[in-house]
């Protein structure tokens, strides 16, 4: 610091600080104007009736009323309901599914020593980056082959192919942070391996699992790609598949739209506001697509 | 040694190997069903002209068709295009909302929740709110610009061709921006609050602090958001197919929607699994970068 140049003249410590303070908030409000704008408008317009929202030729985004009119069109005139018991349906079982595997690999992975580890993690590494639709393709034609598609069994492996990459990757990073030392002294007492695991090592596993289930849970629930190539009947659609076509119908528009989104961000927004420390804890070892 | 500890002790012995076969089994053959086969296949697959219903052997000429048609070098083009801005713009939007979050401005923890939806939030819901947002007859952002007077006409954003993948790219920052945001926030957050202390004790502006000792400590995180995010966004499809189908005129066909279109709008496996065949070497190749640089297989087989 005796040394200093010369340079040009600095704002007093305060000023800095006021400057800067001025610009965090001006950066916060702009991104939270830009993040929220559209999903405000998704909820006005699915909780107006299509009259109110265009009232006047322009689009009105003050509520002036609150109706299920939408809702209501949208169960009388589309399947909405069999779209989304079909992506429960594959939602779920895709998520057990690719958490039970995710469990079990993990485990194994960090509790028996074999060569190839290495080898292991870049498989999983490179699979977890891979693109959905180049395994799309052949699996399209496997499963027409064998007389698979438009089946929940076929949508369930293809939708678990791509998020068990990531959930084993999870849960083989979770277990090592799991000391084996817990393990051994059950051990020690005369418990068997089967028992050590449901009662010592699953418990102490849950965070990790809960966190790899529900990033298996957004997949599943986010998948467009492997549900539009699986199923091609209108009966086995999931909810964004079937969803994706409203627009093209002349019986639907923005407001039974904007419902039916509505209604599909409902499990997003209750993780968002109940399990976000999971997701967090999912993001710290990488997070997903 | 008591007969009975021998007998716990083989036990035990017996329980560890149904254990280990317990858990890789199901691995084992989950990724030879669901990736090993099919990828095997589709590579196989894309030797032949007509591979579902009459196949006939071409060797690589599904390749050298595909390689040589100009159009392929135009949605390679696409495809970096679309990668790389989506890529550098969310990195850009998360590092930006990253560092105010760290700062412990009021609301942080708030504007932390709501940069969870977009990432939740399913593409498709994404693209209807931009599609309403961006009609050109009745989309809000439309209307502000005439009623602006910035434009006179209302722009199609998605069906004009120098208007379509920029709006693509908006509303694929929109949703991935948060991706590099939770990352970059973890990042700063294990920086030691000492290091700052005391370049301000040394005379250090905001901007030299931020110079020496954020960016050194975000640098690989950044390289690798860089680099996987961008190869996500070279993979995506939903977001692209949803919104334009890559059109109008193919200005935002990428690789991925070609080989769809390849695959069921022109019903030619041969050229759909030849390109993905090119996709998966183009990945190898970026994978064998990844791991060679950051090697992070380490992170759990070291």
């Known amino acids: 610091?005796?040394?200093?140049?010369?340079?040009?003249?600095?704002?007093?410590?305060?000023?800095?600080?006021?400057?800067?303070r001025a610009a965090l908030y001006l950066t916060a409000l702009v991104v939270s104007v830009f993040v929220t704008v559209p999903v405000y408008l998704m909820v006005v317009i699915a909780i107006q009736s299509p009259a109110a929202t265009f009232s006047g030729g322009r689009v009105n985004l003050v509520p002036a009323e609150v109706t299920l009119r939408n809702f209501r069109v949208l169960l009388e005139t589309t399947s909405t309901v069999r779209y989304f018991a079909n992506s429960l349906v594959v939602t779920a079982s895709s998520t057990v599914l690719s958490t039970a595997i995710a469990v079990a690999a993990g485990y194994g992975l960090t509790r028996f020593e074999f060569r190839g580890k290495r080898l292991a993690a870049r498989a999983v590494?490179?699979?977890?980056?891979?693109?959905?639709?180049?395994?799309a393709i052949p699996l399209y034609v496997i499963f027409f082959a064998l007389g698979l598609l438009n089946s929940y069994f076929a949508l369930t492996l293809a939708l678990t192919a791509i998020s068990a990459p990531f959930t084993i990757w999870l849960m083989w990073q979770y277990f090592q942070t799991v000391p084996i030392a817990l393990e051994e002294s059950a051990w020690v007492r005369g418990a068997g391996r089967w028992r050590t695991l449901r009662d010592v090592v699953l418990p102490v596993a849950r965070p990790g699992y809960i966190s790899a289930a529900i990033f298996a849970f957004a997949v599943a629930w986010n998948d467009f790609t492997m549900a539009r190539v699986v199923m091609s009947r209108d009966e086995m659609y999931t909810i964004t598949v079937g969803a994706s076509l409203f627009l093209d119908r002349v019986t639907i528009g923005w407001g039974e739209t904007m419902a039916?989104?509505?209604?599909?961000?409902v499990p997003p927004f209750l993780i968002a506001l109940f399990l976000q420390q999971y997701l967090l804890q999912g993001f710290s070892v990488g997070g997903l697509e | 040694m008591s007969a009975a500890t021998g007998e716990r002790v083989r036990e035990r012995f017996d329980g560890a190997t149904w254990l280990l076969a317990a858990c890789f089994l199901p691995l084992v053959a989950f990724f030879a069903v669901v990736w090993v086969a099919p990828i095997l296949y589709a590579l196989w697959m894309s030797l032949f002209r007509d591979p579902v219903n009459q196949p006939t052997f071409v060797g690589l000429g599904n390749y050298v068709d595909l390689l040589t048609a100009p159009p392929?070098?135009?949605?390679?083009?696409?495809?970096?295009?679309?990668?790389?801005?989506?890529?550098?713009?969310?990195?850009?939007?998360?590092?930006?909302?990253?560092?105010?979050?760290?700062?412990?401005?009021?609301?942080?923890?708030?504007?932390?929740t709501m940069m969870i939806f977009p990432y939740l939030l399913p593409t498709l819901v994404v693209i209807f709110m931009w599609k309403f947002i961006l009609d050109p007859n009745i989309g809000v952002l439309n209307q502000a610009l005439v009623s602006a007077g910035l434009v006179e006409e209302p722009i199609a954003f998605f069906s004009t061709l120098e208007w379509a993948m920029p709006a693509v790219v908006v509303t694929s920052v929109w949703k991935f921006g948060s991706f590099s945001f939770f990352i970059l926030l973890a990042r700063l957050q294990a920086i030691d609050s000492d290091l700052y202390e005391r370049a301000r004790v040394e005379g250090?502006?905001?901007?030299?602090?931020?110079?020496?000792?954020?960016?050194?400590?975000?640098?690989s995180a950044i390289l690798i958001i860089l680099l996987v995010r961008g190869i996500w966004m070279f993979n995506k499809f939903d977001i692209i197919f949803l919104s334009t189908r890559g059109g109008p005129?193919?200005?935002?066909?990428?690789?991925?929607?070609?080989?769809?279109?390849?695959?069921?709008?022109?019903?030619?496996?041969?050229?759909?699994?030849?390109?993905?065949?090119?996709?998966?070497?183009?990945?190898a190749a970026a994978a064998a970068v990844y791991f060679r640089a950051f090697a992070p297989e380490e992170e759990v087989s070291g």
């Open chain 1, 1 to 20: 610091m005796a040394t200093a140049p010369r340079r040009a003249p600095r704002l007093s410590y305060r000023a800095q600080k006021r400057l800067k």
């Open chain 1, 125 to 135: 590494l490179f699979s977890y980056m891979f693109s959905p639709i180049v395994l």
């Open chain 1, 260 to 265: 039916v989104s509505l209604l599909i961000a």
């Open chain 2, 72 to 112: 392929f070098w135009g949605y390679l083009w696409n495809s970096v295009v679309y990668a790389v801005s989506t890529t550098v713009l969310s990195l850009l939007v998360g590092l930006g909302l990253a560092l105010v979050v760290n700062q412990r401005v009021r609301g942080g923890a708030a504007l932390r």
């Open chain 2, 204 to 219: 250090a502006t905001t901007w030299q602090a931020f110079r020496d000792i954020t960016l050194p400590h975000l640098r």
């Open chain 2, 249 to 283: 005129l193919q200005k935002t066909t990428t690789l991925p929607i070609r080989i769809y279109q390849l695959a069921f709008n022109e019903v030619n496996f041969g050229l759909a699994t030849a390109l993905a065949g090119i996709m998966f070497l183009l990945l």
